[in-house]
């Protein structure tokens, strides 16, 4: 079994000043410590495991303040995995978001049994 995930990210860096540029590079590593983050705490439901479940949840969460101010799936699987999914954006560790003033992400969460 293996889960896999992706985050989207869409940020636009072009022609902005030192300051603008300081702030997409604290979101990029952000990202890279919320990928982290995520590789290591994802669990498959057991439920998902035993009924031989997959699929890939898009889970669109705004950050705000540091932390999470909404979260909804915008595209589903199985619900088992969709609470799954939904459970890691709310267990993200609020030190990996307190660099993000304001921002929307999209974080495709897969889960794959091999």
């Not at 022609?15 to 890279?32: D, F, P, R, T």
């Not at 031989?52 to 889970?59: A, C, D, L």
């Amino acid at each position: 079994m293996r889960t896999g995930f992706y985050i989207t990210a869409f940020i636009f860096c072009f022609g902005v000043n030192s300051l603008q540029a300081k702030v997409c590079k604290q979101v990029e590593n952000s990202i890279s410590q919320v990928q982290e983050w995520v590789n290591q705490n994802v669990r498959y439901p057991e439920i998902a495991k035993q009924q031989k479940k997959e699929g890939i949840v898009f889970v669109e969460f705004e950050v705000s303040n540091g932390k999470i101010a909404s979260s909804k799936i915008i595209q589903e699987a199985d619900p088992s995995l969709n609470q799954a999914a939904l459970n890691i954006v709310h267990n993200l560790p609020s030190d990996l978001l307190k660099s993000t003033e304001k921002a929307i992400y999209i974080l495709p969460i897969k889960f794959d049994l091999i």
